[in-house]
C-alpha cells in the first residue's frame, strides 16, 4: 500500500485534546499513513522543507474558530492543492460551512471515534493518490515530463497535445515570452506520426526580411545577384516532418502569401523557379502577440491567421498559475543542484515566499535563471531569501498586509475607472454615473475621495 504523509498542525489546540488526536492518528499509521506533527505558523515548516504533506490536520479548539479562516488561505498558498482537514472540539454548524468555502475539505468533531475518522482520512488519501495518478500518467502518456505544474489552467491546454499530435491540422501556439512555445510545439511533433522525420524550427524574427522568403522555399541558380547555384529551402528539407514558424508575426506580406498558399495546397515555387514543389509538412505556428490587434491593425492577413489557428494553444504567463511555481522552483534547483555538482538543496520557507510574491514577467525562463543563480551561488544546503536575486521593482507580498494590497489595488482601479469613463462621457458627471450604474452622489463622492477633479468644460 503507497503511504500518505499526514501532517497535524496545531492552532492553539490544548493538550487534552491533542493527545486524543494523536491516539486516533497512531491507528493509522497501519493503514499506511506517516504521521508528523508541527505548531502551524504563518511560514509552516514543511513548505518547501523535506516534509511534503499528501493531507493536513488542522487541530483547533472552539475558540480558535476565528483563526481558522485565516489559517485555511495561508495553507493553500504555501501548500496549494493539499486537501485540509479541521479537527474541532465543538463548532456551529455555520462556523463550519463558513470554513469549508474558504479552503477546508471536510472536518471531524469530538467526541473523536477511530472507526469514524479512520475511513473518512483513508477515502480523502485515496483521492489524493487517484488525482496524482490521473496527472502523472497523463504526462507519462503524453511524453510530457518537462511540463511542471499541475494547475488547472496548464492542465487544459497540456491536455490538447495529444489530439493535436494525432491530425495534421495547423496549431497556433500563443503565449508571453518564456512560456515554452517551442517545448509544445516539440512534444506535438514528437507525439505525433512524424516523430521519426524532421522538426524544424524557425524563428521568423530572426531572418533578415529580404532573406524569409529564401530561407522558407529556397532559391533557383541565377535567382538574384550571387546565386550561382540551386539552394532548396527549409520546407523542402523539412519534407514528411514539422515546421515550426516562432514569431510568425514577423513575415513580410509577400511571405504571407506563399505560407497561406502553401497551407492550402501544399505547393510552393522556389525564387526564380517556374516549377511548382510540392511538400508533405506540418505547419505548427508560434507568436507572443495579441493577433486578433495585429489582424485588426493590417499587419497580418485575416485568412492566414484563420489558416494557423484552426487548433489554438494558449499558454497562461507564470504569473497566472503561481501555485505552480514552489514545483517548478524545485524541479529547477535539483536540476541545476546536480549540473554545479553540489550537493542536493532545498528552499527554506522565507524564499518561496519570494519566489511567490513575484509576478514573474520573463515567465518560466526567468524563473529558471534565478534559480540556476542561486544554486550556484549559494554556499548552504537550504537556499534563503536572500539567495533569490530578483528586480528591485518586483512586487512581493511581504510590501503589505493582504487588506493594504488588496485597498491600494481597489484605489488604483477606482481611479483608472473614473477617469475613462468621464472622458467618454465627455466630462458630464450625471452621465458617468449612469453609464456606471451609480446614483450621481455616489459617483461624486468617489471623485472627492480621489481627489479627481470635475475640470474645466465637465458639466454637471
Known amino acids: 500500500m503507497p503511504h500518505t504523509n499526514l501532517l497535524l498542525l ?4 490544548r493538550e487534552d485534546w491533542l493527545r486524543s488526536v494523536r491516539s486516533i492518528l497512531e491507528e493509522t499509521t497501519s493503514f499506511g499513513f506517516r504521521v508528523s506533527e508541527a505548531a502551524f505558523d504563518k511560514a509552516p515548516p514543511f513548505a518547501g522543507g523535506r516534509v511534503q504533506p499528501d493531507l493536513i490536520l488542522l487541530c483547533l479548539v472552539k475558540e480558535g474558530l476565528d483563526e481558522a479562516e485565516a489559517a485555511c488561505k495561508s495553507l493553500q498558498e504555501k501548500c496549494a492543492g493539499v486537501p485540509v482537514v479541521l479537527v474541532v472540539e465543538a463548532a456551529e454548524p455555520r462556523q463550519l460551512c463558513h470554513l469549508l468555502k474558504h479552503g477546508a475539505v471536510d472536518f471531524l468533531l469530538s467526541p473523536l471515534r477511530p472507526d469514524d475518522a479512520i475511513p473518512r482520512l483513508l477515502r480523502l488519501a485515496e483521492h489524493v493518490r487517484e488525482a496524482d495518478s490521473t496527472v502523472r500518467s497523463l504526462k507519462d502518456r503524453l511524453g510530457l515530463k518537462q511540463f511542471i505544474g499541475e494547475s488547472e489552467i496548464l492542465m487544459r491546454e497540456v491536455a490538447k497535445i495529444p489530439k493535436v499530435a494525432q491530425c495534421d491540422a495547423t496549431a497556433l501556439i500563443t503565449g508571453e515570452t518564456g512560456t515554452g512555445k517551442e517545448m509544445v510545439a516539440r512534444a506535438i511533433h514528437y507525439l505525433s506520426p512524424r516523430c521519426k522525420q524532421p522538426f524544424m524550427p524557425v524563428n521568423c524574427g530572426a531572418i533578415p526580411v529580404e532573406l524569409m522568403e529564401n530561407e522558407l522555399f529556397g532559391h533557383e541558380a541565377g535567382a538574384f545577384t550571387g546565386a550561382t547555384s540551386s539552394i532548396p529551402g527549409l520546407i523542402h528539407d523539412t519534407h514528411g516532418g514539422t515546421l515550426f514558424l516562432d514569431e510568425i508575426d514577423s513575415l ?4 504571407q502569401v506563399k505560407v497561406l498558399r502553401f497551407l492550402q495546397d501544399k505547393e510552393y515555387r522556389p525564387l526564380g523557379s517556374s516549377k511548382v514543389c510540392k511538400a508533405d509538412v506540418r505547419v505548427v505556428a508560434a ?3 495579441n493577433f486578433e490587434e495585429v489582424v485588426a491593425s493590417g499587419k497580418f492577413r485575416s485568412d492566414l491567421y484563420y489558416r494557423l ?3 489554438p494553444i494558449c499558454l497562461p504567463p507564470l504569473r497566472k498559475r503561481k501555485e505552480d511555481v514552489p514545483a517548478l522552483a524545485r524541479h529547477l534547483l535539483a536540476k541545476y543542484s546536480v549540473e554545479s555538482a553540489g550537493a542536493a538543496k532545498r528552499f527554506l520557507p522565507a524564499a518561496l515566499e519570494k519566489l511567490m510574491g513575484y509576478d514573474w514577467p520573463g515567465n518560466v525562463r526567468e524563473l529558471e535563471n534565478v534559480i540556476q543563480r542561486a544554486a550556484i551561488l549559494s554556499t548552504r544546503d537550504a537556499i534563503a531569501s536572500e539567495d533569490i536575486c530578483l528586480p528591485k521593482s518586483a512586487p512581493s507580498i511581504s510590501e503589505g498586509s493582504f487588506k493594504s494590497l488588496k485597498a491600494r489595488a481597489v484605489a488604483e482601479f477606482e481611479i483608472s475607472y473614473i477617469r475613462q469613463i468621464l472622458a467618454t462621457s465627455g466630462g458630464n458627471i450625471t452621465k458617468a454615473a449612469s453609464t456606471a450604474k451609480k446614483n450621481r452622489r455616489a ?10 477633479s470635475s475640470g474645466r468644460g465637465i458639466s454637471c
Request: proline share 4%; net charge positive.
Open 10 to 13: 496545531n492552532l492553539n489546540s
Open 287 to 289: 507568436s507572443n502577440v
Open 252 to 255: 513580410t506580406p509577400a511571405a
Open 309 to 311: 489557428s484552426v487548433i
Open 443 to 452: 459617483f461624486w463622492q468617489l471623485m472627492q475621495k480621489h481627489q479627481i
